[in-house]
């Protein structure tokens, strides 16, 4: 039984726009995994709600008109992980997104809802931000598009303005093209988890499979939001592939990171892992990408 | 007269439970029940001063709000234990039903009933606290210093209570030339039991007496206690048992029964129920003592043991409840298991202000086996002897007798288990090839025995009851107070009934639940005790139920009684084998008799007097990833000797369950807390890291069946014994991977990160 004043179901995606627009306090839900948690807690206990799950137009996996791989803000995780654009250009996502929670939580679980929580340890996040993905938004002023980086605020809070809702998210082919990543979950058991370390890595490699062309590399768990580390890819780009360039590539990350001492983690462990993790996602990506070490 | 007993039955309850239509708890539960919220403290040490309900009481539905200045002046005791009628072995009553003095993160100060859960939590929300704050203390030995806060009234120190142990002469015999000193201190973190069904029960009054339908393993024990709590006769409390969904332990003390049964008396009988959220579940209900262990072993040479020496911690938590049993069973285990002349042993149970600790699967062993059997492993390293062959030489030996409970190892028990777990796991080989690796990612074999017994004599009462039925078409139905939990003793019991009457399984009907007015005396679920100390209730109602049948056949057929049998369900002739009547057509003809009616019936009390070792052993592999700091579990296999087993299909689930329980035991679970407020930090099954089915190989069960000569049934524990070896021996075997002997568990990534650090496995 939940403590609930009010649930608002949207029937379209203006719908939702109005709704929003006319009941400001209001939390929105997807597939509820992370809000009625909250609510059976009490930290949203007594709220109104607006339930945006009934709107198909925003779930589904896509190319669009320039390109991008269009991921509708609905579209949840089992989905996406079974999905064949998915698996074609960006496999590493679906296989972020299959380590969360269990079956059940895949099921109902939205990407959209997993970035608007905006919590560092999302199993989508790193390799979103790794991807450099957009976030679409659509509010009363119409679609605003804003980098994924630039939509974390921080710990807990995104870029959603008064009237708005995310309804997809892009990845654009710049990114994606000739790419191939790995993502490192690092939790304490191996199902029915959340990340103690997310680590999302992902390279292009020259013609011939020698040359790190472009490496890209963002953590979950390793600060406050989501983030990337740019003096690792920095210091991989335009190199040859090998085991070294891995190390010098994984010791880098410390020049970003910041992840902080918990009940959780210390920030000693957690650093000692983003290394490793780093070490290790570069390598197999190296190898997915065709590069022979 | 076997022909049940030995084979894999399918559980009796099967169908139920599988189809859904079994029926809990909750499910017999009107929906027009009020539901009670209880307020919890937010401090872990302290007064509650006052508590504002005026807020609470103007939500629309709430009821009514019941607070610790309300309640009877009786404290109670809420042990799963028999009682005793010598005051000297009662179990502490240190508890209100609501306490103004607050001992832990969660201690129950206040209870809002409400027409429904919203209204009732919101209630509890609503209401304002006001404490006097004392300073507390979490960790057992700081509980102990002269300075630390004194938690429970008349306990110096913190100290429920110190025994000893004192064999031989510890101080002189290691003055012998030439020993060799190993020592130890070993971790065992709080854990809690993680069924799947929380603790729940509503109540109600009806005829002037209070009805309390309960998730519990031990009603007729919680009945005494509601009468004890809320000062009334025990004949005026009525306790049910439905089928339940797990207790391991927790749910052999009286939870929140006591306080819902006093809560419908607050509201005229109205129907009242309580649920237990996780939460609550984690925190307020009972934990498994948090044991360190000091062992220091004085070795010869050649391998044997000159002088022993333990000392154990238990962190008992707030109240009392199961108290110094667990650790003093632990300690009972330390020289039985590797005889030798000359042991001390001092075990100490002291209050903290943490959650009270009580019953768990295992009750004390998983914690002394894993001091005990790393601690071995230990001084076999300093030996350079291998583990196995080291617990060979010194292992409790065939023909051992126990001088205080006369238990003997009839059969080489230990060291057929050992034999059978290290031929299963290729110890041998594997052993050989895991000696000197290098590199990042290695493999080790280890390995535990683990002592265990069945029931509680001669510590405690053990009794059974048993009431058997004729039904006119020759089946019958049986009860008894010992419980079904999930274990499958239903089941059990029903083979053991077929055999013992001689009837078909099938003619068997348990009477599953148990309901304190008409099921008959049996202090419920523990101790791995259901198969045996049912089995000798079982057994004297049957001979009782067979020799009223036998006289019946004899009036009916005019045959001596010498001269004929019941045999799956017939009245045999013995002399030439003919059926004579059915035992349908006797139970028929005999009732409706209007010469010698009879309706066919027996109940006897069976005490017993005997207890049965029941041993085995863990074998594990593990793939150690030092980077990454992780242990991969590649296999375990458990062997038991746990006697006959009755059903071997439900023996081997038994033991999956135990070994389940043991990984998370030794890899991932801990209760964490606050060191700056005592609030439990992970009180839910996502932070606290219950392993699950991801995080386990293939589970291999294996049984050595040498008969128990004291049961009637030939079968001993088996309930806990799974749960006891399996953590050491994965410590052990991670021992043998990577040299790092990890004396505290879980073994989680944290602590081997430090670990493998301070051995300069990986770098700073």
């Not at chain 1, 679980?109 to 993905?133: F, M, P, Q």
């Not at chain 2, 030995?6 to 708890?25: F, H, L």
């Not at chain 2, 667990?326 to 209050?351: E, L, R, W």
Request: some cysteine.
């Amino acid at each position: 039984m939940y403590d609930m004043k009010a649930l608002y179901e949207a029937q379209s995606v203006q719908h939702a726009v109005e709704l929003r627009l006319a009941h400001p306090e209001a939390q929105i839900i997807a597939g509820g995994s992370d809000v009625l948690v909250q609510m059976r807690e009490g930290k949203r206990a007594g709220k109104e709600l607006i339930s945006i799950y009934g709107l198909n137009e925003i779930r589904g996996v896509s190319i669009d008109n320039e390109q991008n791989i269009r991921i509708g803000s609905l579209t949840s995780f089992s989905h996406i992980t079974k999905d064949l654009i998915i698996q074609k250009y960006i496999n590493v996502l679906g296989q972020a997104v299959d380590q969360v929670g269990g079956p059940q939580i895949r099921n109902i679980g939205t990407i959209g809802g997993n970035t608007c929580n905006g919590v560092t340890s999302a199993d989508s996040a790193s390799t979103l931000h790794a991807w450099e993905a957009i976030i679409e938004l659509t509010g009363p002023e119409g679609v605003r598009r804003i980098p994924i980086h630039d939509f974390y605020i921080k710990a807990g809070q995104v870029d959603i303005k008064a009237g708005e809702i995310q309804t997809a998210i892009l990845i654009p082919k710049a990114s994606y093209e000739n790419t191939v990543g790995n993502y490192i979950k690092y939790s304490m058991r191996n199902a029915m988890d959340i990340a103690t370390l997310g680590t999302s890595v992902n390279v292009r490699l020259s013609a011939d499979k020698k040359t790190v062309e472009r490496a890209r590399i963002a953590f979950g768990v390793a600060g406050p939001v989501p983030m990337r580390a740019p003096h690792a890819e920095e210091k991989a780009l335009g190199q040859p592939i090998s085991e070294e360039l891995a190390e010098i590539f994984s010791k880098a990350v410390l020049e970003d990171i910041n992840p902080r001492d918990s009940w959780r983690a210390s920030k000693a462990f957690r650093s000692h892992i983003a290394v490793e993790s780093a070490k290790r996602a570069f390598l197999t990506s190296v190898k997915l990408a065709g590069g022979v070490l | 007269m076997s022909k049940s007993v030995g084979q894999s039955m399918i559980r009796v309850d099967a169908y139920e439970k599988a189809t859904g239509r079994a029926k809990y708890t909750d499910d017999l539960c009107d929906s027009s029940a009020l539901i009670a919220k209880i307020c919890h403290s937010t401090i872990a040490h302290g007064f509650v001063k006052s508590i504002d309900v005026t807020q609470a009481e103007q939500i629309p539905g709430v009821v009514k709000v019941i607070t610790c200045f309300q309640v009877p002046n009786y404290p109670f005791p809420t042990a799963g234990h028999p009682w005793s009628t010598d005051p000297h072995h009662q179990d502490v009553a240190d508890r209100l039903l609501l306490n103004r003095h607050v001992r832990y993160y969660g201690d129950e100060i206040a209870v809002v009933i409400g027409e429904n859960e919203v209204a009732a939590t919101q209630g509890v929300r609503a209401l304002k606290v006001e404490y006097e704050e004392l300073s507390f203390v979490l960790d057992v030995q700081d509980a102990m210093k002269d300075d630390a806060p004194q938690i429970q009234e008349n306990y110096p120190n913190n100290i429920l209570a110190h025994t000893n142990i004192r064999k031989g002469n510890y101080e002189e015999a290691i003055k012998e030339p030439g020993l060799i000193k190993v020592e130890g201190w070993y971790d065992t973190p709080t854990v809690q039991h993680c069924h799947i069904e929380n603790h729940l029960c509503f109540s109600y009054e009806e005829a002037g007496r209070v009805v309390v339908v309960s998730s519990t393993q031990i009603p007729h024990i919680v009945r005494r206690v509601c009468g004890q709590a809320l000062g009334i006769p025990w004949g005026k409390v009525r306790i049910v048992k439905p089928y339940i969904g797990g207790g391991f332990g927790n749910k052999q003390d009286a939870l929140y029964e006591p306080l819902c049964a006093y809560l419908t008396t607050q509201v005229g009988g109205r129907l009242v129920k309580l649920e237990c959220t996780r939460e609550e579940t984690f925190v307020s209900n009972r934990v498994r003592h948090a044991i360190r262990s000091h062992i220091i072993s004085w070795v010869r040479p050649d391998g044997s043991f000159a002088a022993r020496k333990l000392e154990a911690f238990s962190n008992q938590g707030a109240y009392a409840s199961h108290g110094h049993g667990i650790v003093a069973k632990g300690m009972g285990s330390f020289p039985q298991m590797y005889p030798c002349d000359n042991v001390d042993g001092d075990a100490y149970t002291v209050f903290t202000n943490k959650p009270s600790a009580g019953a768990m699967r295992g009750y004390g062993i998983p914690q002394a086996m894993f001091a005990g059997e790393s601690h071995i492993d230990d001084v076999a390293k300093t030996l350079g002897i291998d583990p196995l062959e080291f617990r060979h030489k010194n292992i409790m030996p065939q023909g051992y007798v126990d001088g205080f409970s006369k238990n003997e190892n009839y059969n080489d028990s230990f060291n057929q288990c050992l034999d059978k777990g290290m031929k299963y796991i290729d110890y041998e080989r594997k052993l050989n090839e895991y000696k000197n690796q290098t590199g990042p990612v290695r493999r080790g074999v280890g390995m535990a025995a683990f002592w265990y017994n069945t029931g509680v004599w001669p510590i405690s009462l053990e009794s059974s009851s048993c009431r058997m039925i004729l039904n006119q078409d020759g089946s019958l139905q049986f009860q008894t107070g010992e419980t079904e939990i999930g274990q499958g003793c239903d089941t059990a019991y029903s083979q053991m009934v077929a055999d013992a009457v001689g009837i078909p399984f099938e003619d068997v009907h348990v009477v599953s639940n148990q309901d304190t007015d008409i099921t008959p005396f049996g202090t419920g679920a523990y101790a791995s005790r259901q198969t045996y100390i049912g089995g000798f209730s079982i057994m004297q109602t049957a001979l009782a139920l067979r020799e009223k049948i036998l006289k019946a056949a004899h009036e009916l057929t005019r045959m001596p009684i010498s001269n004929i049998d019941l045999v799956d369900g017939k009245i045999i002739r013995m002399e030439d084998g003919r059926v004579m009547m059915t035992l349908g057509e006797l139970s028929t003809e005999i009732l409706y008799s209007l010469s010698i009616s009879q309706h066919i019936t027996a109940e006897t009390t069976a005490q017993i007097k005997s207890n049965a070792y029941s041993f085995g052993c863990s074998f594990a592999e593990v793939e150690v990833d030092i980077p990454m700091c992780t242990v991969k579990l590649i296999d375990i296999v458990n062997v038991h000797d746990c006697g006959t087993l009755i059903n071997p299909a439900l023996a081997e689930a038994q033991v999956h369950g135990g070994m389940s329980m043991a990984i998370g035991y030794g890899l991932s679970e801990q209760l964490l807390f606050d060191e700056k407020t005592g609030k439990a930090l992970n009180d839910n099954l996502l932070d606290y890291k219950l392993s699950t089915f991801m995080d386990h190989p293939h589970l291999e069960a294996q049984f050595v069946e040498n008969a128990e000569p004291t049961s009637p049934f030939g079968t001993k524990a088996l309930g806990e014994p799974p749960t006891c070896s399996g953590a050491p021996a994965i410590r052990n075997a991670v021992l043998q991977a990577t040299g790092v002997s990890v004396n505290q568990i879980p073994m989680t990534p944290h602590i081997l990160f430090e670990k493998f650090k301070g051995a300069g496995l990986i770098s700073e």
